[in-house]
Structures are given as C-alpha cells and as structure tokens.
C-alpha cells in the first residue's frame, strides 16, 4: 500500500511513518527538509511537484502543523493556525486534482479541546470542553493542559521563573 503522509517527521509522524514501513508499506514523506530517499519536499501551502505523489497513493495523512511545543506568542498562535489550515487546504486542492485520488484523507491537527482536570478522564462521549475555564490565560484555546502539568511540577520544585514579560526564560535549577 502507498502512503503519502505530511508531518511524517514530526514526533507521531515519525511513529507512524516507522510502523507503516516496518509493515511492509511504501511511505512517502512530504517534508520541507527532505533527508531520506522517500522524502519529497513541501512548503505546505502552494501546489506544487509533490502532488503527483498522491495520484494513486492508497492513502493520505495529514500530519503538517507548525509544533505547539512553543512559547504562546501571538505570532507563534497564529502561525500554529493558519499551518493548519493552509496545509489542510492546498492538500484538499491536491486531491481534488488527482486523476486517481487517494480512497483515505485522513487529517489531524494538534490542539487540545478538553478541560484541564483531575477528576475523570476526558473522552469523546464524557469529556469536558475547556479553554474557557475561570484565571486560565486566553491561549488555552488553542491548547488546554498538556505540558502544563510537568511544567507546573518543575515550578513547585522552585526549577521555574517569570516566562511572560519576564527577564528569564530557561528554567534554571
């Protein structure tokens, strides 16, 4: 089975892209920075040569978006967002082009839509929405709890320091 997938050298990219040629598949990797023999380059955003990867293909992931493992500027969240977004939208224009389009688009994007909490576990059927709880800061909509918890720890262990608007940004021991 051939399979085009994007943000294949991401941290489940590279999970995924390992299982599915461990199984025996042909995986092809659009990348901006191309290193293996499979990898083809992309600047998702515009068509272009990648496309014709698709044709055919039995399969299509869509993995691409900038990393959320980032300070929450308002350039680094709107960089998340429209990485997402435009590489959903040139990949739909490539499929949509394909003479033999792909039978599976599958497409994910990063982003945390559940409450932070420790009093159930968050599912599709029980899970609690969050991003709008009362004192949390306005970029938790784009990505509620998470690393907050590790983070949170380190600081209780007095390893943390002002990170907004502060003087110190590596957390020091």
């Known amino acids: 089975m051939k ?23 042909d995986v092809v990797i659009l990348t901006r920075r191309p290193v293996r023999d499979r990898d083809v380059r992309w600047d998702a955003e515009t068509l272009g040569p990648w ?3 698709l044709d055919g ?26 990485s997402r977004v435009h590489s959903a939208r040139v990949m739909g224009e490539a499929v949509a082009a394909a003479s033999r389009p792909p039978q599976v688009w599958l497409q994910m994007s990063t982003a945390t839509i559940y409450a932070h909490r420790f009093d159930a576990p968050n599912d599709e ?9 009362p004192g949390v800061p306005g970029y938790w909509a784009y990505s509620v709890g998470g690393v907050f918890d590790v983070l949170l720890r380190l600081v209780r262990l007095g390893l943390g320091g002002p990170v907004a608007g502060g003087a110190q940004y590596v957390l020091d021991p």
Do not use: F, W
Not at 8 to 18: A, D, H, K, Y
Not at 125 to 133: D, H, M, P, Q
């Open 3 to 25: 399979v085009v997938t994007s943000g294949g050298t991401g941290q489940v990219g590279t999970i995924l892209s390992r299982a599915l040629t461990a199984a025996g598949h």
């Open 51 to 53: 496309a014709k990867e």
């Open 57 to 82: 293909s039995d399969v299509v992931i869509n993995l691409a978006g900038r990393s959320v493992n980032c300070r929450y500027t308002p350039d680094n969240l709107r960089a998340m967002m429209d």
């Open 125 to 133: 059927v029980t899970g609690v929405l969050g991003g709008t709880e």
